[in-house]
T-cell receptor
Framework: QKEVEQDPGPLSVPEGAIVSLNCTYS??????FMWYRQYSRKGPELLMY????GNKEDGRFTAQVDKSSKYISLFIRDSQPSDSATYLC????????????FGPGTRLSVLP | KAGVTQTPRYLIKTRGQQVTLSCSPI?????VSWYQQTPGQGLQFLFE???????NKGNFPGRFSGRQFSNSRSEMNVSTLELGDSALYLC?????????????FGPGTRLLVL
């Protein structure tokens, strides 16, 4: 079993839809959870950063962490064609240093 | 504040050659991590440097090495290149003082091994 699992997609939705992206993980020591967006041929760009369980909202983006279920989600409201990208979840904690573990990414296409 | 920069952006090498990639972190950041990204394996952690010392290492062979200079700039070297080393190599920086800090990525160096 991989340490972080993520549905690779591709996921296609119409413009304006609510998008739900998810990751599951196995290491209960993870405490810090991030979502990155990566456009084609670019480096990942940090979208959301949360600590422990709970929700965090930033504009059209909401991140949820459920540590009891080892499950994190990213919701995108009113999706736009410019949201078309690969979304990577990442997590860290439980070891010294910057030891991040990334999910494989979900490719999202928002159709106009 | 300038972001993370990586040079070169694109590189073509042949099997058996060696390559050096460079990364300049965000000003003030002391931690630099390197990742290899391929379509099949996703983003895989290579190593992390903090204050010129390797602090973490992933599961890559010894052909992959790195170093960090006193100004926090970092280089990554791959010797005896193999076809499977073709990938996007990403560098990420963070302040590095605690594990709670997140990372900021550069645009990557795309390496093609022929």
């Amino acid at each position: 079993q991989k340490e972080v699992e993520q549905d690779p997609g591709p996921l296609s939705v119409p413009e304006g839809a609510i998008v739900s992206l998810n990751c599951t993980y196995s290491n209960s020591a993870f405490q810090y959870f991030m979502w990155y967006r990566q456009y084609s041929r670019k480096g990942p760009e940090l979208l959301m950063y949360t600590y422990s369980s709970g929700n965090k909202e930033d504009g059209r983006f909401t991140a949820q962490v459920d540590k009891s279920s080892k499950y994190i989600s990213l919701f995108i409201r009113d999706s736009q064609p410019s949201d078309s990208a690969t979304y990577l979840c990442a997590m860290s904690g439980g070891s010294y240093g910057q030891n991040f573990v990334f999910g494989p990414g979900t490719r999202l296409s928002v159709l106009p | 504040k300038a972001g993370v920069t990586q040079t070169p952006r694109y590189l073509i090498k042949t099997r058996g050659q060696q390559v050096t990639l460079s990364c300049s972190p965000i000003s003030g950041h002391r931690s630099v991590s390197w990742y290899q990204q391929t379509p099949g394996q996703g983003l895989q952690f290579l190593f992390e440097y903090f204050s010129e010392t390797q602090r973490n290492k992933g599961n890559f062979p010894g052909r992959f090495s790195g170093r960090q200079f006193s100004n926090s700039r970092s280089e990554m070297n791959v010797s005896t290149l193999e076809l499977g080393d073709s990938a996007l190599y990403l560098c990420a920086s963070s302040p590095g003082a605690t594990e709670s800090e997140t990372q900021y990525f550069g645009p990557g160096t795309r390496l093609l091994v022929l």
